[in-house]
């Protein structure tokens, strides 16, 4: 597609339920990233894919979040045992993510609006 | 480690004065600076980004950025507010850090408020 894609758009649960998010990246991307903005709040870093290399992990919040990126494409957050706490929107940018083109932009889609009851 | 400040989490300005958005920043090595922008229930759009070929940067909708080393700054500006530039400003560090990979730093955000 012709920008970074997000399914689904908003997200209710029950606290305790397993979700997923789905981010489909532009073509040709080899990095993608996870943000989370909570309300009124800047956007955390969450998890960081280049290419083949080992996911950087780092802003994950705890071991309830992981993700995957199959194929090097679409990526996969999932949240299991939500709490309330972790509503929020979340976000996915995409970048060309070449490391010798430090100033490639990322791409973001319009989020993953995540609440939690 | 890479970091961003922005120094004020809200401006407002009036409709044809100039608006100044600041921010600072921390980097081991010669940064890749951006500033996104966040319209009310809207995605984020690059409004500039640095790329070392200049300092003073031109992005979209009439908004500058200079980048001064010397400062650590990459503040935002515009000569004239328009009402449509009401939004949240994020400015964004990146670079390699040594470790291979690299990811976005975003600040905190400046809301921009806009008066008639």
């Known amino acids: 597609g012709a920008g970074v894609s997000q399914s689904p758009s908003n997200k209710v649960t029950e606290k305790g339920k397993d979700v997923e998010l789905r981010c489909d990246p532009i073509?040709?991307?080899?990095?993608l990233y996870w943000y989370r903005q909570s309300l009124g709040q800047g956007l955390e870093f969450l998890i960081y894919?280049?290419?083949?290399?080992?996911?950087?992990k780092s802003g994950l919040p705890s071991d309830r979040f992981s993700a995957e990126r199959t194929g090097g494409s679409v990526s996969t957050l999932t949240i299991q045992r939500t709490q309330q706490e972790d509503s929020a929107v979340y976000l996915c940018?995409?970048?060309?993510?070449?490391?010798?083109?430090?100033?490639?932009?990322?791409?973001f889609g319009q989020g993953t609006r995540l609440t939690v009851v | 480690a890479q970091s961003v400040t922005q120094l004020d989490s809200h401006v407002s300005v009036s409709e044809g004065t100039p608006v100044l958005l600041r921010c600072n920043y921390s980097?081991?090595?010669?940064?890749?600076l951006f500033w996104y922008v966040q319209h009310p229930n809207k995605g984020l759009q690059l409004l500039l980004k640095?790329?070392?070929?200049?300092?003073l940067v031109k992005g979209i909708n009439g908004f500058e950025a200079e980048f001064k080393k010397s400062e650590t700054s990459f503040h935002l500006t515009k000569p004239s507010a328009h009402m449509s530039d009401a939004a949240e400003y994020f400015c964004?560090?990146?670079?390699?850090?040594?470790?291979?990979?690299?990811?976005?730093?975003f600040g905190t955000g400046t809301r921009l408020k806009v008066l008639a």
């Open positions: 964004v560090v990146s670079d390699p850090g040594g470790s291979g990979t690299y990811k976005y730093i």
């Open positions: 980097s081991s090595y010669s940064p890749s």
């Open positions: 894919f280049q290419g083949n290399s080992a996911p950087d």
């Open positions: 073509s040709g991307h080899t990095a």
């Open positions: 640095y790329t070392s070929a200049a300092t």
């Open positions: 940018a995409s970048s060309l993510g070449v490391y010798l083109q430090l100033n490639t932009e990322a791409f």
